[in-house]
């Protein structure tokens, strides 16, 4: 393999998939910044901006609020282990393969895992979760916002309301949608909730933002550990039971991130600046505008793809702004597409898990993605592979019906 | 906070503690390049190129031979939490802060750990090794290379040969060498290892590189596990417990890894590209020249630091080539040095942990900063500190002594 020896160089590409999307430049290029040593005063002054800039994009008064040293799963697993001890019942709403994640991961805390399930493309009516909260009794219920398996949003608020009625813990996965979609943790009384930085907030895959509010901070510091060879005189663990792992051990990463500042992972550089320049740049920019911004074009795409004569997959009312799920037709080879796309345009779409594997094309308008020209060269360059594939759309009408929700025809 | 919005601007910083330090401006580079797809057939390719080029750095022939997305600690975690069922025996050689996490991820994994200790500073002679697992019976041995705690290096050689004839697994975290200091995954008969970019690679930390061979591959499998809405028909779980994290699952990263690319998380692209250039420019370096440039590196800062008439710490016959202990002469205040040192040279040094907190300077020469002109400049400002802290070296005289070493004098 000679190729090993060789610089990178990744070939160009719009990157119009389910995520990865195409990081802002300037997210890119925060990250070839030099490193700073991890207790270096400049370096936690970052840490501590870090805090207060995702205090902002979670909205959220949570003093708790940071970035875990993994992939968007990576977050889901550092919450739920450390909220859950082995035997607590957990209810989780399961319509997607996400859903189905966090039964997953609540398994293997050893969690007495409830399920309620709805078709996907559908949604839970909050009355359904709180009939199942009265019948399982749950600690926590788990809930996926934007589930990109069905490009569907799960409507939280009522959900919300419903947790802190029967006084439950609730945690949202917001992986696919923070920074895209409205999600004011305290408004819609969310406990704990997680993210990643590779779908609307335009970053690299690798760094996940959670916060916490002080009743999930309460449960899990009774867990609290401090490791051998770091542990002050006189330091008494709590009294509940060690959180089996060690690397998501929340009540050590707020120890990190507190200024006691005590040693655990060393904390991922460039990751950090990352996460940093994600959040301000979203801030900067202002949420409102920017979940405008994913709708507009989350919109136009969807009228793109209507008026090529497409379906649109699902319960189109709570459709996600920021993926669109598309249902492919009869006779069309669903891979063919995304491989013509892709050689021929260098445009990345994806399909989708499970029964919707070669059922479904999904194409997301996220982070700095969420624009015309991604939406408009899209569409373009669908049309022609659909052509291609014997799929013949209306020609032109997919641009024109964007460019029409963009406000420029 | 009105520098929440500032632009990114770390000052420059001279990085000679224990890690992280300065990356290499080549893998600082590639961590702006644009992101990938995690199915792009070239994101794959790249995938494939880390397994050939960490196989070289780890000088092994295992086909497992990847990176975990987390830090040095995530390579630990995912490795023991896969082969560690609870109940099983571990044996633990522990002679530092590095030794003790072993022990303290183990016991969160239920293993029964059981403690061979030496004292902070030296070594175990594999006899000691050996008659411990006869008296203790253990499944896995996990031992750390190179601990920077206490700087020393386990010599590791008849530590494997004595696995291998009790058919015991070895496991040695190799975070603090690898790439610095030998380290023949194969010659050496260990099993399972891992690092981390951060050291002797000169990359940011957020990326651990890890190998793992057929003995150990066997072992996890059996507890190979697919999740619901990826899993193939027909599929079969192995027979044994499913591991209790689902981000360290090696089976489910093994077939993230391999060709059939089962969805698990999504891949890190640019800290990929980062593990993809940290082990590009190791190669094209050559692991020898590089060992033998951390060598000579160290030697020259140790020369140094002794006349200055500073002491070595622990046991220099196994003294880590790329991180230097140095005992705080009495009536120093350890931590005002180091302030001083960053604050008027912008050169970090670091201290240690538990016992040796305060008691000993840490300084590291690793990566790109195992060169010449890292060395003198650290210890021209050292000299300068103490002497403003109230010990005065031989004006000069460490300088002479390091560039001696390195053939210039």
Redesign the interface.
């Known amino acids: ?1 000679a ?3 060789e610089q ?6 719009l ?1 119009m ?1 389910p ?5 802002d430049p300037r997210v ?11 207790f ?1 005063p ?2 936690t ?2 840490m501590n ?1 870090v805090m ?2 995702y205090r902002g994009v979670f909205q959220t008064a949570n003093h708790w609020s940071f970035v875990v ?6 977050g889901i ?1 550092a919450i739920l ?1 450390s909220i859950i001890t082995p035997g607590d019942r957990v209810l989780v709403p399961v319509a997607g ?1 996400f859903g ?2 966090l ?3 609540a ?4 969690a007495e895992v409830h399920i309620i399930e709805r078709p996907w493309g559908e949604v839970f009516p909050a009355d359904q979760v709180e009939d199942a909260i009265v019948a399982h009794d749950p600690k926590l219920v788990a809930v996926v916002h934007g589930d990109t ?1 069905t490009t569907m949003a799960q409507p939280l608020a009522d959900i919300g309301k419903a947790c802190r009625r029967h006084d439950r813990l609730l945690y949202a996965d917001a992986t696919a949608t923070l920074g895209g979609m409205d999600f004011p943790v305290d408004a819609w009384n969310i406990d704990a909730a997680s993210a ?1 930085l ?1 779908k609307c907030l335009s970053g ?3 760094s996940a933002p959670i916060t916490i509010n002080e009743r999930v901070a309460e449960v899990v510091l009774r867990r609290k550990h401090i ?4 542990r002050p005189e006189g330091f008494n663990p709590g009294d509940g039971e ?7 051990d929340l009540p050590m990463l707020m120890d990190y991130w507190s200024e006691s500042r005590l ?9 950090l ?2 996460a ?2 994600c959040a ?1 740049v979203v ?2 920019e202002g949420l409102a505008a920017r979940i405008a911004r994913h709708e507009r074009a989350g919109r136009a795409l969807s009228a793109g793809i209507e008026a090529m004569g497409l379906r649109l997959f699902g319960d189109t009312r709570h459709k996600m702004h920021n993926v669109t799920g598309i249902e492919v037709p009869d006779g069309i080879d669903a891979a063919a597409v995304i491989r013509a796309m ?1 050689d021929d345009f260098a445009i ?1 779409i ?1 399909t989708s ?2 029964p919707m594997r070669g059922r479904v094309w999904r194409i997301g308008t996220m982070g700095h993605n969420a624009r015309k020209d991604a939406v408009t060269n899209t569409l373009a360059a669908l049309e022609v592979t659909l052509r291609r594939s014997g799929y013949a759309a209306p020609a032109g009408a997919g641009v024109d019906a964007a460019l029409a929700v963009f406000g420029d025809s």
């Open positions: 393999m190729e090993l020896y990178l160089n990744p070939p160009p590409r990157l998939g995520g990865p999307v195409n990081a890119l290029q925060a990250m070839s910044m030099p490193l700073l040593g991890q270096d400049d370096f002054g970052y901006q207060e800039l040293n993994g992939t968007a799963r990576a697993e282990t393969r189905q994640l039964c997953e991961i398994e293997r805390c050893r398996s990643g590779q690299p895959p690798g490791e051998q060879g770091i060690m959180i089996q792992s060690n690397y998501f040693n655990h992972h060393t904390e991922a550089t460039s990751a600046y990352a940093r320049e301000r801030l900067a892709l990345e994806g898990f499970g």
